[in-house]
């Protein structure tokens, strides 16, 4: 298991950009899969990055490609969130967890069931 803490985030005018770091504990961070959740109010999480334990490949959802960038740097056991362009419907509790499985694909399908999750973040973006 692994324990993740988040900092970054916070209030943002349309158009601006924040970034969102994870810093997770242990030794086994770099086989992990990481990857970036979002809570609108009233919603279900969703995915929104979710990047390779090696770091070279990773995954977006379709409403933040080419505005959000994940990565990872396992030297300081760290997973980051870029997010460029921000939009009033980026608007949410953001998350970051953890898939021992370390690839993308089950990290995707299942993440639901994940156990590692830091504690969440409110991005507002104000229009």
């Known amino acids: 298991q692994v324990q993740l803490v988040e900092s970054g985030g916070g209030l943002v005018q349309s158009g601006g950009s924040l970034r969102r770091s994870c810093a997770a504990s242990?030794?086994?961070?770099?086989?992990?899969?990481m990857g970036w959740f979002r809570q609108a109010p009233g919603k279900e999480r969703d995915i929104v990055a979710v990047?390779?334990?090696?770091?070279?490949?990773?995954y977006y959802a379709d409403s933040v490609k080419g505005r959000f960038t994940i990565s990872r740097d396992n030297a300081k056991n760290t997973v980051y969130l870029q997010m460029n362009s921000l939009k009033p419907e980026d608007t949410a509790v953001y998350y970051c967890t953890a898939d021992p499985r370390g690839t993308i694909e089950p990290m995707r399908v299942t993440y639901r069931y994940l156990e590692n999750w830091g504690q969440g973040t409110l991005v507002t973006v104000s229009s």
């Open positions: 990047i390779h334990w090696s770091g070279d490949n990773t």
């Open positions: 242990g030794r086994t961070f770099s086989s992990y899969a």
